[in-house]
């Protein structure tokens, strides 16, 4: 059967209390070279304009279907959009980012180049005082298998397990929603079941979504949700794909690292208690695996060893060191 040269894309795109962003976001769609989409907006029980602001787009581009619901979360609001969506492809778009003009159109042709299920681009980060920063490896375009890209998602430089930089098949979310018992890294669940499904992925490094960070981004409060989906993933990558099992045990370490680093810095080591506990044990068994494949600086190994030997210690010099470069995210 012949493939269509545009088939249509659904861009879900969760909105709660984003007046302030929002008009940037949709526009940045309408504005999208690849035309044939639909915009499915999903009003997650906004307080603000925001809920106004999605109806008056919808009424300027009939492209745009917007969902009303109360309050469910962001899993609950991309879920509602996975459940109305009509395209043979399936993207997301967080209403306080924007994308850049080729976005869309660059993720289907890769796609299309390379018969993939999922292709993925890279982002840069918008700061407050309007900088970017991008720590992807420029110039890099691959088609990987499954076992590969649970390589490289566990490597720096290339891609990440967040919802908004990917484009799928829409047959790969049969079955397959996010967590609506996580507020914090819901998507990676998600996100890794994606690449166990495709048989072929396609990734591209050129930086064409702006990811906002905003107070709220950079306020989410303590869980160790992210830490258990990575340690989901490190067993799957042990059933399915043991070869790289180095890379998912790294992956996993620094998923456990920055919860940690986080419970630091907000003075609850006490109650985290069991936390500590089994992370020091984590780390002894696996950093092993990940400086075999030298996955690790120097100094990294010597920081985490220092976190299995003495948490007291760890934690005043890494108080330390974030007074020093709060510029640095907590890893």
Known sequence: MAIPEYPLISVIVPVYN????????????????????????????????????????????SRIRVIHQANKGLAGARNAGLDVARGDYIGFVDSDDYTLPDMFSTMMRNMQESEADLSIISYERENPDGSTYSNALSGQKMVMSSENAFKY??????????????????????????????????????????????????????????????????SQGITDKFARSTGNMLELVRKKYPQNEPYA????????????????LAGRRKEWAEFERSARIE?????????????????????????????????????????????????
């Not at 047959?171 to 996010?178: A, I, P, W």
């Not at 996100?191 to 992925?201: G, K, P, W």
């Not at 790294?250 to 940690?260: F, K, N, R």
């Open 249 to 264: 045990a790294y992956g996993h370490l620094e998923s456990i690292v920055g919860t940690y680093n986080r419970i630091v």
């Open 18 to 61: 984003v007046e302030r962003y929002l008009d940037q976001c949709m526009d940045s769609l309408v504005r999208q070279s690849y035309v044939n989409l639909e915009i499915v907006v999903v009003d997650d029980g906004s307080t603000d304009s925001s809920g106004k602001k999605c109806d008056a787009w919808a009424e300027r581009d």
């Open 283 to 331: 780390l002894r068994e696996l950093m092993p695996l990940a400086e075999s494949a030298e996955l690790m600086s120097k100094s990294q190994s010597l920081q985490w060893r220092l976190l299995t030997v003495s948490p007291t210690i760890y934690s005043v010099m890494y108080r330390c060191y974030k007074r020093s470069h709060p510029e640095i995210s907590s890893h």
């Open 153 to 218: 998602v566990n490597m720096h430089g290339y891609f990440y397990v967040v919802a908004w930089d990917k484009l799928a098949k829409k047959e790969l979310f049969d079955g397959l929603r996010y967590p609506l018992d996580a507020k914090y890294a819901e998507d990676s669940p998600v996100t890794y079941q994606l690449f166990d499904r495709a048989e072929r992925i396609v990734y591209d490094s050129t930086p064409l979504y702006r990811y906002r960070m905003t107070e709220g981004s950079q």
